[in-house]
């Protein structure tokens, strides 16, 4: 029924002139607003927040080699997030950093011999570290910048075609904000981007960049400022993000101030936000300091936001009523770190196991990485996997997490400190197992691609002074191709991502935007 001034579930939000025209013109015909919406939703375009039309159907989708991504519906999911190849940095809350929707080389450029051709973006960016997709020409990137006060944090559109940047918005933290670490941007379920820097959380239009919401998060105003590295999204679209506060420091930088944050120890923030408004539905600080980011998964009837804290991991049951978090009695503490080792990473959800390792700044002694049943925490398998690699160094440690295939069982974990990285497997009755050993050396996440019985790993390896991007076969450990020299700095601890049309793309220490593409060869 048509009535004036009515307004249709998704059709709310800047631009939205647009739609109140159409909607105008279509109840003249007799056409309800709401089945207006719904033949736009299976329709070749999709309306975003802007009301802006973007073409996402099949006549852009044609054109893309990975039949994964070519065969995506893409567009507003209606849960945690956006339809697309990589609307987060490790593609859900989950955090396996597989992405579904890409593909391997074969699949991209065929069985035969391939080559990488690389192309840079012109200009170059403050500090990129984060890059997401949202509809097939929509794509972004996130970093940020040396003074949080004065130039803070960026989102930056880019035309894929060109990769010239269509625009640029800031977001800067209020005093007493002294320490730039990044957080994270990415495509919700209900259309927007949301991004995250030091305590502040943004809602944006992603056609404009307009800043449609604003949140500055709870911080110790007697501080030097929290850095919220980064958040996850339930699936009733609320999100989740965790804080870490500095305290006092004399180290330079992104790593100084992480240092500092291991060392001083200080209690660490958590809110669940309503991504509406930004208004905080609730909030709360673990009894210990949680360093790594923090992951989400569903077991049974309940959702669960995992957390690795000093030395044990825990988890809390979340009430989708309240918007709450509860720590739950009945699993953990269970012990992933001990002696001199350091606190962990950010644990990640690998079927009915949780998996995090030790060692997320500089140690003497070598990384554990550990397993947690997550329907009984009793049943825990470890491994240290880079014992022979730390002998050679004297050091491990690693800033990313493992990347994990729950399909097959495998973990494939990275030692920046030993060079190496590890290609484990897990059996739920006898523990891991490692399964090939490569010498890499890489900061990075590593992303899977592909089949997910099959994957292919696309990670970056500094060799001779040079960062390149690599594709290894998951089952061997086997180099299958290497790009061009892109950097000379390693990748700041970022992941190599991946995009429609066979696309990936490498954001570089010095600033660079890569895009690679494989091609027959």
């Known amino acids: 029924m048509c009535r004036a001034g009515s307004t249709g579930p998704g059709l709310r939000g800047p631009g939205d002139w647009r739609i109140n025209v159409m909607r105008r013109r279509v109840c003249w015909l007799g056409v309800s607003a709401g089945a207006l ?9 999709a309306v975003t927040p802007a009301g802006y039309r973007v073409q996402a159907g099949p006549a852009a989708a044609r054109r893309d080699p ?10 507003p999911a209606g849960g945690a997030f956006f339809s697309t190849v990589a609307p987060f940095e490790h593609f859900a ?3 396996t950093q597989y992405f579904p929707s890409a593909c391997t080389l074969a699949g991209i450029a065929g069985p035969g011999r391939v080559r990488i051709t690389a192309r840079e973006a012109p200009g170059r960016y403050a500090a990129p570290y984060i890059p997401v997709t949202r509809d097939r020409d929509q794509f972004y990137v996130y970093g940020y910048q040396p003074n949080p006060q004065t130039q803070g944090a ?12 269509r625009w640029e918005i800031h977001i800067k933290v209020p005093p007493p904000g002294m320490w730039s670490y990044p957080g994270v941007l990415l495509a919700h379920g209900n259309g927007f981007l949301y991004a995250i820097y030091g305590n502040v959380l943004v809602k944006l239009d992603p056609v404009t960049g307009r800043t449609l919401a604003r949140q500055v998060l709870p911080e110790n105003p007697d501080g030097t400022g929290a850095a ?7 699936p009733d679209g609320r999100i989740v993000a965790k804080g870490i506060e500095r305290g006092p420091c004399k180290l330079p930088g992104a790593f100084g101030g992480l240092l500092c944050a291991v060392h001083n120890k200080l209690p660490t923030p958590v809110v669940v936000v309503d991504p509406a408004h930004l208004k905080i539905v609730s909030r709360f600080t673990p009894p ?8 989400a998964g569903r077991l049974g009837h309940s959702e669960y936001v995992y957390m690795a804290e000093r030395s044990t991991l825990v988890r809390y049951r979340y009430r989708h009523q309240s918007g709450t978090l509860h720590l739950d009695a009945h699993w953990g503490p269970a012990r992933y770190r001990a002696g001199r080792q350091t606190p962990g990473t950010g644990p990640g959800v690998l079927g009915h196991w949780l998996v ?4 997320f700044v500089p140690s003497r002694a070598t990384m554990t990485v550990t397993a947690v049943n997550t329907g009984n925490s009793r049943r825990i398998f470890r491994i240290r996997p880079f014992a022979a690699a730390t002998r050679r160094t004297g050091v491990s440690f690693s800033p990313s997490k493992a990347a994990l295939d729950a399909t097959t069982g495998n973990v494939y974990m990275e030692d920046t400190g030993g060079r190496e990285l590890v290609g484990l497997h ?4 006898r523990g891991f197992s490692v399964r090939w050993r490569d010498r890499i050396n890489s900061l990075d996440f590593v992303a899977l691609t592909g089949r997910a019985a099959h994957p292919q790993l696309v990670f970056t390896d500094y060799q001779h002074g040079t960062d390149r991007v690599v594709w290894i076969d998951g089952a061997t450990g086997r180099v299958v191709a290497r790009s061009r020299p892109l950097a000379r700095k390693r990748a700041p601890a970022n992941i190599v991502t991946p995009g429609f049309g066979g696309r990936f793309y490498y954001l570089g220490a010095e600033g660079q935007l890569w895009e690679l593409r494989p091609v027959p060869g």
Do not use: E, K
């Open 154 to 165: 960026f989102v930056a559109r880019v035309n894929p075609v060109t990769l010239a940047r």
């Open 288 to 295: 210990q300091p949680v360093t790594g980011r923090i992951s």
């Open 426 to 429: 897990l059996n739920p009755a």
């Open 228 to 234: 919220y590295n980064g958040m996850i999204v339930l």
């Open 356 to 359: 995090v390792s030790s060692d």
């Open 37 to 45: 919406a719904a033949a736009l939703a299976s329709s070749a375009f």
């Open 93 to 95: 809350s989950d955090r």
């Open 66 to 75: 990975c039949a994964r991504s070519r065969d995506l519906r893409v567009g």
